[in-house]
């Protein structure tokens, strides 16, 4: 059986090379390839591809939602997240979101292979070191909103600007910024916003 495969990475040379790659396998093809989030799925609604094979971060929207709508529109689709961020709270969010495995860039391509079958297969599959880190991490400390508040903080935004943009009050923001500096441990809320990155959990 020959397995069918979405692949979802901005880069094209990147993109371009997995493809290749991955067409060197007997038992894979890769029958579509995007470049941005928005069009993961209805790029795979019509080409029905057995694993969907995405990047996190891409223009147009990013690959964790992708995954999770995948699920949802197309259940018999497996999601593989191949990234080169390996950060705990990316993990957590990707199985979150119903995604069959996790692994980072800097793998060798038998590696690869050898999990797009496993997970068709049903199994999990998880780069050994950042589920390690993952466990060691901890679970995302922060509610939706103090992510809200931060993201919108990183680019060094006013509390009044984070206000507007947010449609909350200026010390409904505050409050949100000092709950997030306090659960990162940190001391203000550039501190914040990197420690949350970091971590993957914006």
Known sequence: MTIRILLAEDQGMMRGALALLLGLEPDLEVVAQVATGDAVVPTAVRERPDVALLDIEMPGGD???AAAELRR???GCR???LT???RPGYLRRAMEAGASGFLVKDGPVEELAAA???V???ERVVDPALAAAALAAGPDPLTDRERDVLREAADGSTVADIAARLHLSESTVRNYLSAAITKTGTRNRIEAVGV???NGWL
């Open 84 to 86: 080169t961020f390996g």
């Open 120 to 122: 068709l297969a049903g």
């Open 196 to 198: 949350a990155q970091s």
């Open 116 to 118: 797009i079958r496993r």
């Open 79 to 81: 999601v593989l997240i």
């Open 63 to 65: 690959g964790l939602t």
């Open 73 to 75: 529109r197309l259940p």
